[in-house]
């Protein structure tokens, strides 16, 4: 079978080496060579997506498995089900569209642009790497190693206060990811250990013991839950959204959090099902905390790329919900919401972008009006605002009342709570349209430029996607039960043990 998965990771990194060996002539051809290579990405990806056997989702397919690092039972072993097909597809997806949303981007700067471009496609192997991972010593390597691109993205392409945003981003991804590698490690000591001690097909079922089995799960869950991110360890993220270009926040947010609700599914929920269920009623009491709070500390800012980053910590909490009810239907609705979030979100951080990129500011108080200037932004602009309050018709309405209908059973007062979330999203959303587009247009404004054709393309085929899973959400959610339920019931079967 061909090697999918590896050509995937694999691709890019080759893409990024031949921008940086661009001879100087050469590199008025930065931008198209990179969207080139991703769009190479994207149609393999199709390729790989219509060779996926929907009847067996739930099982890893694609799979290569070979001998890394046999002292210690390390391999390199790839492989997707319906759950990673799905992320796998998310990355694929955006990255093309973050290339062509920052096109405009140092045009005159050749030299700096192969740089950040460079970094872009670094960023879409360890995507690709960390979301196809079967091996845990190989996911916990891309966990790290993501974190030098993003490291650079963040601290040489964002504002002035870049270097601190860095470095708090890097503090912050470091101690989760400290955290992880004792787990990880404790794992060859407790775990069968031999020369594939940690693909997760030979973890999943093992018994650490209880005590063994808590401890390593919380290595795991501090680290997921800083990537998620959820309350109390989700400050990094707004200093990071107001500071980074649009695009790289983008892609962070929309696709490189979602390690962290992925993470607990693929990895918390199988290899400790036990431990999960333990910890289950403390982190839905987070995941409800995150929530409101996320939705009012949106409601509150005046920096609209803050704004969009607390949306996320409230749209992170109702994920985090649906994984830990451990219902068929919650935990569908929960993989679903993290493709659906990454389409809304993404939308949402391009399109502020765009704004920004216009007037220099991101504070809303230096808008008003601007529905008649450039109309097609506006509505634009609404229809992403809308998904992200989850509109009936748009894809994250299915996934969010997905999550909390099928959470309601065994977690009552948490929806209760939760689904005040849905309605604090209606005021800050429709509060920052009402301030940025309605009313007379601020002195200045008068000339803005409305949406050209190239920003169309990048914001309207994730409009496109979301109205169409809206109306035919078995389009996604088809690849997704099977593997919910897979985990489900591995997670009910080693309790009721």
């Known amino acids: ?28 051809r930065v931008r198209e060579i990179a969207l080139g290579v991703t769009l190479l990405e994207l149609a393999l990806g199709i390729v790989m997506l219509t060779q996926f056997d929907l009847s067996d989702a739930a099982t890893q397919q694609f799979t290569e498995t070979y001998s890394w690092i046999p002292q210690i039972g390390a391999s390199w072993a790839l492989g997707v089900n319906g759950f990673g097909l799905s992320m796998v597809a998310l990355s694929l997806i955006l990255t093309p569209l973050v290339i062509l949303a920052e096109w405009r981007r140092d045009a005159e700067d050749h030299h700096r642009a192969a740089r950040y471009l460079a970094l872009i496609l670094v960023l879409q192997a360890f995507m690709v790497g960390i979301f196809a991972a079967r091996d845990v010593f190989l996911f916990y390597v891309m966990f790290e190693a993501m ?34 590698l004792v787990a990880v490690v404790a794992l060859y000591f407790v775990g069968p250990g031999g020369e594939q001690a940690y693909l997760i097909d030979n973890l999943a079922g093992y018994d650490f013991g209880t005590t063994a089995e808590r401890l390593m799960f919380l290595g795991f869950f501090l680290a997921f839950a800083i990537k998620a991110p959820m309350v109390p360890v989700h400050t990094w993220l707004p200093t990071v959204a107001e500071t980074a270009r649009p695009g790289t926040t983008a892609l962070l947010v929309a696709v490189l959090d979602k390690i962290g609700t992925f993470g607990m599914i693929t990895l918390g929920m199988v290899i400790f099902p036990q431990a999960s269920k333990w910890a289950a009623p403390v982190i839905i009491v987070f995941a409800v905390i995150s929530v409101i709070y996320g939705a009012v500390a949106a409601i509150g800012q005046t920096d609209m790329l803050r704004l969009v980053s607390f949306t ?19 935990v569908e609705g929960a993989a ?31 808008y008003g009006g601007l529905q008649k200037v450039v109309p097609v932004m506006a509505g634009t602009f609404l229809v992403i605002g809308l998904s992200a309050l989850a509109l009936p018709g748009l894809s994250p309405f299915v996934s969010e009342i ?11 007062a948490a929806v209760v709570v939760a689904a005040l979330g849905v309605i604090l999203a209606a ?8 301030k940025v587009f309605t009313g007379p247009t601020k002195e200045g404004l008068e000339k803005t430029r409305e949406l050209g054709i190239r920003e169309r393309f990048v914001l309207w085929p994730l409009i496109g996607l979301m109205l169409l899973l809206g109306f035919l959400p078995s389009l996604a959610i088809d690849y997704l039960r099977d593997p919910a339920a897979a985990v489900v019931t591995t997670v009910n079967a080693e309790v009721s043990e």
């Open 336 to 366: 679903f919401y993290m493709f659906n979030h990454g389409l809304s979100t993404g939308a949402l951080f391009l399109v502020v972008g765009f704004l920004i990129e216009r007037n220099g500011s991101p504070h809303v108080s230096a």
């Open 402 to 412: 997905m999550v909390l209908v099928g959470s309601f059973g065994v977690a009552k």
């Open 147 to 180: 974190l030098i691109p993003l490291y650079f993205l963040i601290g040489g392409f964002g504002g002035e206060q870049r270097r601190y945003a860095a470095v708090k981003f890097l503090l912050y991804s470091l101690v989760g990811g400290l955290i992880m």
């Open 1 to 28: 079978m061909f090697p999918f998965l590896t050509v995937l990771v694999l691709l890019p990194l080759a893409g990024a080496a031949l921008l940086r060996a661009l001879p100087e002539g050469a590199r008025s």
């Open 312 to 330: 996320s910590v409230s749209h992170f909490g109702i994920m985090v919900l649906g994984i830990y009810a451990f219902q068929q239907t919650s």
């Open 427 to 434: 005021l800050y959303v429709l509060l920052t349209y009402q």
